[in-house]
């Protein structure tokens, strides 16, 4: 008699219950949605398999025999897939890589000036602002690239702006040292000197804080990383041979070179990204109450001071997350190199899915890699606007 | 263009994931039940694919997909074009974006199998060129030793200019441009010394050069390049009724039926062979599933294969027939027997 009766009770309770109404809810939709994941990725390999065609990532250890002209690794058509799309991959972060730092500066120095109180330098500001902010950034980029190939001359009537360094339409070259030992072992102190700066720099904040003494810790590290840097060239034996582009045949051998695609896309990329940067330096140095800057002066700061130890600290507090989404926003936008013919990660992933036909797995990758790209973009900024953040009082 | 991209790449996730009752046929009734032919056709190939200035699209892969509509609906006009870059055409078949793709493909083993395809016949048989600027003295391919050349990605042409360059030992620098057309206006701007694409494209893009005579055609020839039309791998009866729409063209040349005679052909021949092609005597067009008049629509709508290359590819590029003659003149074009 009793028995029914609990149990009916437990029942009714549990319908009453938020928790179990919540638990069932978030059960009902994990298995919904876990049911569509399987549904759709069963029925892609199912119809994959009827129209034949091939599944899987072996197709990356096969010979790509296509050929890449810009390659930061060694690459050559007997090179795999697999070895390609590394190709384009290390493409894509060298012009991401470049264009944040240039439109950060870029950003910077327009972004101040937008601000100036000189009326020519603010207004010229918010032009170059309007101006590359207001144009797609594809039709900025193919702008870019059909003027460097039409206005540039041909390599043999090319422009030696300076002694060796030649402008054409096979891009800009320029002379860079033969390849030396020291180069790398330059490579090595450079890399130690850095940790060095790091250390002095962490003593001279303490000491400063012990005593009250002030130690120039910029100049020191900068003396401390170029005289380092300077001893081992001379002592690896101060080589002086340099690889100087000469014209041979069709083209320039020898030296460095930016090509077209490259400087169009960093062009583009750069100006592009660097207005919306400006306006975010503009609305971080607004932010900062002016009442600081002058009591920051009135406390017998120098103007460099207080710019760097007063205003920039708080401005950075609201430049940071809207800086994290543009530095981002570049990279993603890289992948617009497929327009001008730069060898990014997606122009290569779109030349593999097409001579393997294995769209799926090409697409899975890349959009597994600019993820990646972006999650770490987003942690390295969050940990910086953390640590920027601290410093609040 | 990206974005398009994108978005094939999507759908064919999203198409494949969701057409889970594929079957043998079902291409052939879904353009039964919509009514026309979805080809995936070129961008612009002056004598294979391209749009005219008042949109019509014309050309000889342009024909082939009409004479499948006329072969399948009965009607040469219930055809619909879309453009394709190299790029984007394998993917853009595969997800069903369009029925049949009629753009100068390179019938290749792997595109055969691991792509998906089925390739129904070739239409037009050609070979990989380059073409350089007549100032800039080269008159052989084996002097472009260290050239910068422009190419399509996603082609034959991309490996087969890897594979000559390797197998002279000579090196070059590929300058990559999905869109064809943007590539060609990169290569006349001066940024590449070498265009390479197969013979009939560099004649046709030739013709879009500021000035066409500052360019010139290299002799040699360096690869073979069967184009065709090409099918999703398991749509037999479909590949079928394209395949035999090539031959029944080829059949009505040799045979001298044309579109402007060929009423008078279906009334008074006495040939079995042409009666049988005509759908006058047999069942030719049960077998495939259509109408038996079939390739009749064909011939009268479209015309022959000699008619088509005619007011395509000679009188926009001026080519020859050259291998792509009949085999009575010394061609490749052999149709199998129609019976």
């Known amino acids: 008699m009793s028995e029914p009766l609990k149990s009916r009770k437990r029942l009714s309770s549990l319908i009453y219950s938020e928790k179990a109404r919540g638990v069932f809810a978030q059960i009902l939709v994990t298995g919904g949605i876990a049911f569509i ?62 264009g944040i730092i240039f439109a950060t500066l870029i950003g910077f120095v327009v972004g101040v000036s937008r601000m100036s109180k000189n009326w020519i330098l603010s207004r010229i500001a918010a032009v170059y602002i309007n101006l590359f902010r207001n144009i797609p950034v594809l039709l900025q980029l193919i702008f870019w690239y059909t003027l460097i190939n039409n206005a540039l001359p041909s390599p043999k009537r090319a422009l030696e702006v300076l002694p060796d360094v030649f402008f054409s ?10 390849e030396h030992p020291a180069y790398f072992w330059m490579g090595v102190v450079f890399v130690i000197a850095l940790v060095g700066v790091w250390l002095l720099r962490r003593w001279a904040l303490a000491h400063r804080d012990r005593t009250g003494q002030t130690f120039p810790y910029v100049w020191a590290g900068l003396a401390l990383v170029v005289v380092s840097v300077f001893i081992t060239y001379l002592v690896c034996g101060a080589p002086t041979e340099m690889s100087t582009p000469v ?35 503009r609305s971080g140095l607004l932010s900062v109450p002016k009442g600081q800057e002058e009591a920051s002066t009135d406390l017998g700061l120098k103007p460099s001071q207080t710019l760097m130890h007063v205003v920039l600290p708080q401005a950075s507090r609201v430049m940071i997350p809207p800086l994290t989404s543009q530095y981002l926003n570049l990279t993603k936008n890289s992948s617009l190199a497929v327009a001008v013919g730069y060898p990014d990660l997606v122009s290569l992933s779109n030349t593999t899915m097409n001579q393997t036909g294995q769209a799926i797995e090409a697409i899975s990758i890349f959009m597994a890699v600019y993820l990646g790209i972006s999650l770490v973009i987003s942690l390295f900024m969050n940990w910086y606007n953390k640590k920027m953040a601290l410093v609040e009082r | 263009m990206k974005s398009l991209k994108l978005i094939v790449g999507g759908t064919i996730a999203a198409t494949a994931a969701l057409s889970t009752f594929a079957m043998a046929g079902e291409t052939v009734d879904s353009i039964k039940a919509k009514g026309y032919v979805q080809c995936g056709a070129n961008t612009a190939l002056a004598g294979f694919s391209a749009p005219t200035s008042e949109g019509k699209w014309e050309g000889l892969d342009i024909d082939l997909c ?9 009607d040469a006009s219930k055809a619909r074009f879309t453009p394709l870059t190299a790029a984007q055409r394998f993917t853009a078949l595969q997800s069903k974006e369009v029925d049949l793709l009629a753009r100068n493909t390179t019938w290749t083993l792997s595109r055969d199998t691991k792509v998906g395809l089925n390739f129904a016949g070739v239409n037009y048989y050609d070979g990989q060129g380059f073409m350089v600027a007549k100032a800039s003295g080269i008159t052989s391919a084996t002097e ?10 996603g082609t034959t042409t991309e490996l087969n200019l890897a594979d000559y360059f ?50 010139i055609v290299l002799p040699e020839i360096i690869s073979k390049e069967p184009l065709g039309p090409a099918v999703r791998h398991g749509d037999e009866e479909f590949a079928d009724i394209v395949r035999w729409t090539h031959i029944a063209m080829l059949e009505a040349e040799e045979k001298g039926i044309t579109s402007a005679n060929v009423d008078t052909f279906k009334k008074d021949s006495k040939d079995p062979g042409v009666q049988r092609l ?14 038996d008049d079939w390739a009749y629509n064909v011939i009268k709508q479209v015309g022959n294969y000699g008619e088509s290359f005619d007011r395509n590819v ?12 009949l085999w009575t003149d010394g061609g490749l074009m052999y149709p199998a027997p129609i019976r």
Not at chain 2, 66 to 74: C, D, F
Not at chain 2, 202 to 213: K, V
Request: aromatic share 10%; charged share 15%.
């Open chain 1, 169 to 178: 339409n096979r891009g800009v070259l320029f002379p860079v040292p033969a």
């Open chain 2, 66 to 74: 009409h004479a499948v509509a006329a072969a399948i609906l009965g």
């Open chain 2, 166 to 215: 390797r197998a002279q030992g000579m090196s070059f620098e590929p300058v990559v441009i999905e869109n064809a057309v943007e590539a060609v206006q990169t290569f006349f701007s001066g940024r590449c010394d070498v265009y390479t694409t197969d013979a009939s494209g560099l004649a046709s893009y030739r013709q879009t050069a500021p000035n066409p005579d500052d360019f």
């Open chain 2, 144 to 153: 472009l030793d260290g050239a910068t050349v422009c190419i399509e990605p």
């Open chain 1, 247 to 281: 014209l041979k045949g069709f083209n320039f051998k020898g030296g460095a070179k930016l090509s077209p695609e490259f400087l169009s896309l960093l062009i583009g990329l750069t100006l592009y990204t660097s207005t919306y940067i400006a306006d975010i330096v």
């Open chain 2, 314 to 325: 000679k009188a926009k590029l001026g080519l020859e027939r050259g291998l792509n003659a």
């Open chain 1, 37 to 98: 994941a399987w549904y759709l990725i069963s029925n892609t390999f199912e119809n994959l398999a009827n129209q034949g065609i091939a599944t899987g990532y072996s197709f990356l250890s096969l010979e790509s025999s296509f050929g890449i002209s810009e390659h930061m690794i060694e690459f050559t058509p007997a090179d795999s897939y697999g070895r390609a799309l590394m190709v384009g991959f290390l493409n894509t972060m060298k012009v991401s890589f470049l």
């Open chain 2, 278 to 291: 005509l759908g006058t005597t047999g069942d030719m067009g049960k077998a495939l599933g259509v109408s």
